[in-house]
């Protein structure tokens, strides 16, 4: 067990250490108008034929408070630098929530030569025990590192 254990935090480890970072400014809608500032991590985990399933890590603070989500997404390129997808994960505000996603990115780096995107996600998340549901829709204008 302890050798499955390191082998876990290991991978993790160079999972975090080999992955992308951003940092973005957000407004959306979950339970009420939230506008707040995202720090994201994701990683390539697998590439089929077409796009790539990434595991990400959301966490943001705002008026709506602190929200974090770890999700599967599966993105692929639908024209030059606009890629689209969806995913499935967990979300917390306020409690644990199960979390199904679409999104969609638009990378400005060719047209502005820096590594900024434009982002938007449309989202349903189901609270457990006393959590809320709600429809969870964000914007977002962000750096990428």
């Excluded at 991978?11 to 939230?34: I, Q, W």
């Excluded at 449309?122 to 829709?137: E, K, M, S």
């Amino acid at each position: 067990m302890k050798k499955l254990f390191m082998m876990l935090v290991l991978a993790l480890g160079m999972a975090f250490a080999s992955g992308n970072y951003s940092v973005a400014g957000t407004a959306g809608y979950a339970n009420g108008f939230v506008v707040g500032v995202q720090a994201s991590w994701d990683c390539i985990l697998f590439q089929p034929k077409k796009g790539a399933l990434r595991p990400i890590l959301d966490l943001s603070y705002g008026t709506g408070g602190f929200q974090a989500a770890f999700s599967i997404r599966h993105m692929f390129d639908a024209a030059e630098g606009v890629k689209v997808g969806g995913g499935i994960g967990l979300r917390y505000q306020g409690g644990v929530q199960a979390y199904l996603r679409g999104d969609v990115e638009y990378d400005l780096a060719q047209m502005i030569d820096l590594p900024l995107f434009v982002g938007a996600d449309l989202g349903y998340a189901y609270g457990f025990g006393g959590a809320p549901q709600t429809v969870v829709a964000q914007f977002k204008v962000g750096y990428r590192f």
